[in-house]
């Protein structure tokens, strides 16, 4: 459903749309490490094997979002912002 506030402003289409919804899915699938870290954190392996594989995820992460951040590109920023305004 489109709200009053997006009327009037320019919908992307076809390939732009594409990536601005392939960003924003990277995105959300990134914050998907959260929850994890208390199963990674439990693992039955050594203290030393544990901090590496919560580094690896977090890195994992951070470059998901990334790549989020980039497929999304100005759209995403302007959507984004567009949601914390009114």
């Not at 749309?17 to 998907?32: C, D, P, Q």
């Amino acid at each position: 459903m489109i709200a009053l506030r997006d009327i009037g402003r320019p919908r992307p289409s076809g390939a732009g749309r594409v990536r601005f919804v392939a960003g924003i899915a990277l995105i959300v699938v990134s914050f998907a490490v959260y929850p994890a870290y208390p199963i990674l954190l439990a693992l039955p392996v050594s203290g030393e094997m544990r901090i590496a594989v919560t580094i690896a995820a977090s890195l994992v992460s951070w470059g998901v979002f990334s790549v989020g951040i980039f497929l999304a590109g100005r759209e995403g920023y302007d959507w984004l912002k567009g949601q914390w305004r009114d």
